[in-house]
C-alpha cells in the first residue's frame, strides 16, 4: 500500500517537474530524451556527431556563462532576445556557477573530461593570465589574434578609438604573443582610487578645528578627538583612525596612510610593486625607507591611542557595525564604498563625515593608492567550436555601441533613453563641476541592484570610453548638489590625479617565470601585511627589527620577483 | 543511609553539570537561529549596521517580499522538493532491499558483499573519475545526476541491515515458510511493517542530505531551471562575500551586495522550513532507530 502512494507520488512529481519546465524547450527535450533512452543513446552515440552539424547549420551557439544570481533568466532574457534577433542566430546556455572558485572546479573538470565543451566561453575575472595562457597552450582556447586583426570579421572591435584598443590588445596579449580572449573596457574614475578619507567634520566644526592637510595636522585633530569627547558622552570612546585591513574595496587604512609617504597601491595589483620615477625600474615600495618613515608615523599614532587596533582584526561586518554604532565614535577612515553606511543619504553617522584630500606627509609627497584601469579577459572561444565564424560575430557584437549600452543598462527606453528631450534637463556631478559638457543618457530604471531578466547583468566583452562612463545621468533621482552622496566628481578632484606619473600595468608573466616567482608572490604580500600590523602595534620594533624585515623579504625570493616582474615589464612594453 | 545520602549529592551534581552543559550548547545552537530569524524580519539597513542582536529592529517584510517575487526561488523550491522526495524515495528502497538481503543468513558470500559495501565508505575515486563517470553514463545536466550517484549510503545499509537482523527473529521467517510465505512476501508483508522506525531514520537522514545537498548539483548541473533551492541560496549568500577586489566594478557589487544582504535571512528561514516541519513527526521513530541498529550491531 504504502509502496503505491509512493510510485503515485513519483510520478505526479515526475509529470509536475517536467511539464512546469514547458517553455524551455531548448533544455527539456533533450532531457527527457536522455532519460527514456539512455541504454539507445550509447548505441547511437556515432550519430551524435552528424547532428551536431546539423544545429551549427542552424546558427546555434552554446555559450558557457558564469551565471549571476541577479538574472533570474536566461533563455527568456531580454539582452538573449536581443542578441539572437539581431545575429540570426540561436544560444544555447551552458550555466556555470556564479562564486569565482566554482567556476574554476567546474571549468577544469569540462577541461579534464574534454568532451562536448560549449563553443564560447564569457566569465568574469576567473582567470588569471597565467591560466589563461596554460589553457591556451594546450589548445583548449582558440587563437582569437588573426580575428581581432581582421577588420571585415570584428569591424567593430576594430572601431575602437586606437588609444583604447591599444590597452586591450595589451591585456589581452598573453607572454607568448597571443590572444586567447576578448576583453570588457569601461574605464571610469570612481574604482581606481578607492581609498577615500572620511573625517568627521562635525567633531572639527564642534572642537573649532580645520580639515587636516598634512600628517602632522592630523595628528593634532585626532589628539582632540580622543582627549576632547567630541561626540559628547562623556565617555572616552572616540577612535582616532579606523578601517580594517583586509578590506578589499578602500578600507585598508593603513594603505591610505601609507601614500603620504610613499606611493604604495596596498597590494592590489602586481602584489604591490610599482615603478621607479622615471618610470623605467621595477620597485618594491614596502622594502624602501619611506614605508619604514610611515610605519614609524602610525606607530605613534597607535602608541597615542590615536589608530584603533581593530584595524587588524576586524572583519566586514564589525567594521560596518562600528561605523554605524549608535553614537558616531570614528574619527576619521577609509571607505571605497559609500555602502558601508547603509543608506547613506539619511544615515546621521554618514552625514557627519566628509571626504577629504589626501593628506601630504613630511617629504611633501600627497598619494592614494592607485592602479590604472586594466580591462578584465571575459570572452573565450574554444578551439573545438565548429562555427567558429557566427562565434567571432557573436563576441564582435559586444563591442557595437548600441549593444554595449544594452549589456550594462538594459533596454531601451525602459531601463535608460537617450532621448534629448529627457536628458536635456538632467545633469549629473560631472557635468555641474565642468568636466564635461552635457550628460549622454540616462538611467530611468532600478534594474541593476534587483533580480530581473534585461540583461546578462554585464558579462561578456564591453566597451565604453571615459566619457560615455562619466556623462550618465540618474533619471530616477535628479541631481541634488546639496546632497553627500554625490561624490563622484569631488573624488575625481581630489584622487584622480594623485599618483605617480609611471604606474606599473598588469604584468603577463610566462610558465617558467611563473613557476620562479610563485613562492614570493603568494608569501610576501600576507608577509608585508602581517609585519605591518606588527610594526604598527608595537609587536615588533622598527628601529631594531626593520633590517631584519627586509633580510626576511630577500629570504623569501623578493629580488628574483622583482627581476623577474622586470623582465615582464620590458616584455610588455 | 549515609551512603545513600552521598549519593543523592553524587547525583544531584551531575544533573546540575549536565544542565548546565546541555543549555550552554543549546544556546549556542539556539542562538543563530533567533539571530537568523529576528535579521530576516529587520530592515536591511539595520541588519547591516550590525542592529540586530536578538530580536528584530525596524520590522519589516522587505526581504520576504523580494523573495517571494523572485521566480528563482520558486523553481529551486520545487527542485528540491522534487529531488527530496523522490531521491530519497530512491534510496530508502535501495537501502532496504539490499539491507534485507545481506540481512538473511543463508546469502551466499554475505560477508563479501558487505566488505565491498564497507569499502565504499572510506575510497572513492575522488572527483574527476566521478565527473567522468557520470558524464559516461549521460546523467550530465539531467536529473538523474543528483538521485542515482549515492542511491545507497554504506552507513545507513548498515543500520538498517542490523536492524532487520536483530528485531526479526529467524523464527518468524521460518514460521511464515511454513504457511507458504514467499521471499518477496516474506519482505513486502512482514519485513517492512515491522521496520518502522528505522525506515523513519532512513528518510530523515536521506532526506536531509538531499535537501540540503548543493556540490553535486553545482558540478554536474549547467542548466538553472534544474537547480535545487541550496545553489540559489548559495549563490545569494556569496554575492555579499565577494571580495571587491576580484570583480571589475567594485561600486556596482557593493549595491548587488546590500540587496542580497536584505533577502538572503528570509531565503535561509524559507529554505529551514521544510525541514523543521517533517522533523517532529519522525523524532519519535529517531533515537529509537538509531539506537537499536547501532547498540546491537
Known sequence: MKKIITLCLILVLTIVNLSSCGPKTANQPTDTNKQSTQTENKQTEASQPADKAKTDADNKLVVAIQTNSFVTDYDNNYFTKYLEEKLGMDIEFYQLPSAQDEVKTKLSLMVTSNDNLPDVLIVSKVLTPETILQYGNSGVFMDLTEYTKDKSKMPNYNAIPAEDKNIMDATQTMANGKMYSLSKFEPETWNLTPNRLFINRAWLEKLGLSIPKTTDELKTVLKAFHEKDPNGNGIQDEIGVYGFQSGGYGQNITATLMNAFEFWNGGSLNGGLALSEDGKKVIAPFATDNFKAGLAYMNDLYKEGLLSPEIFTADGTQFKATLNSEANIVGLTSIGSLSNYPDASKNKNFLEMEMIEPLTGPNGLSYTPYSDYSPSQELFVFSNCKNVDLAIRFADEFYDPYTSIITRFGEEEVDWTKDPAKISSMTNAYVVDGIYDKVTMAVISNFWPEPSAQTWHNFGPRYASLEAANTVANGLKPFDPEDKTQLVAKNYKYYFTKHPQHILPLLHYTEEQVEKIEEALANIPTYVNQSMAEFITGARSIDKEWDKYLDDLKGMGLEEWVNTAQEAFNNGK | ?297
Not at chain 2, 514467499?182 to 523513519?200: G, N
Request: proline share 4%; net charge positive; charged share 10%.
Open chain 2, 1 to 297: 543511609m549515609h551512603r545513600l545520602k552521598k549519593f543523592d549529592f553524587d547525583d544531584k551534581l551531575y544533573y546540575v553539570i549536565t544542565t548546565i552543559i546541555l543549555t550552554v550548547f543549546f544556546l549556542l545552537v539556539l542562538y543563530p537561529c533567533i539571530y537568523v530569524i529576528s535579521a530576516s524580519f529587520s530592515s536591511g539597513v539595520a541588519v547591516q549596521s550590525g542592529k540586530v542582536v536578538l530580536f528584530p529592529v525596524d520590522f519589516s517584510l522587505e526581504g520576504y517580499k523580494t523573495v517571494f517575487n523572485t521566480y528563482t526561488v520558486w523553481l529551486g523550491f520545487r527542485n528540491s522538493l522534487f529531488y527530496t522526495i523522490v531521491g530519497t524515495a530512491i534510496n530508502v528502497s535501495m537501502t532496504l532491499v539490499a539491507a534485507y538481503c545481506l540481512s538473511r543468513r543463508d546469502l551466499p558470500g554475505r560477508n563479501f558483499i558487505m566488505l565491498l559495501f564497507t569499502f565504499t565508505m572510506f575510497f572513492s575515486g575522488g572527483m574527476i573519475p566521478h565527473y567522468i563517470l557520470i558524464q559516461k553514463l549521460g546523467f550530465l545536466n539531467t536529473v538523474w545526476a543528483l538521485l542515482i550517484p549515492g542511491a545507497i549510503g554504506a552507513y545507513n545499509l548498515i543500520v538498517a541491515r542490523t536492524f532487520i537482523q536483530n528485531t526479526i527473529p529467524n523464527e518468524l521467517m521460518e514460521a511464515s515458510q511454513i504457511d507458504g510465505c514467499s521471499d518477496f512476501t516474506y519482505f513486502i508483508q512482514i519485513v517492512l511493517p515491522l521496520s518502522k522506525a528505522i525506515i523513519a531514520v532512513l528518510v530523515l537522514f536521506y532526506g536531509v542530505r538531499h535537501w540540503n545537498s548543493y556540490f553535486n548539483a553545482m558540478i554536474y548541473l549547467h542548466d538553472k531551471n534544474l537547480y535545487p533551492l541550496t545553489l540559489f541560496l548559495r549563490e545569494i549568500l556569496m554575492a555579499d562575500q565577494i571580495d571587491p577586489s576580484t570583480v571589475t566594478d567594485p561600486e556596482l557589487q557593493a549595491k548587488l551586495a546590500q540587496t542580497a544582504g536584505v533577502i538572503k535571512y528570509a531565503l535561509i528561514v524559507i529554505s529551514m522550513i521544510p525541514v523543521l516541519l517533517i522533523y517532529p513527526f519522525i523524532q519519535k521513530y529517531f533515537v529509537k532507530g538509531v539506537m537499536i541498529g547501532s547498540i546491537k550491531g
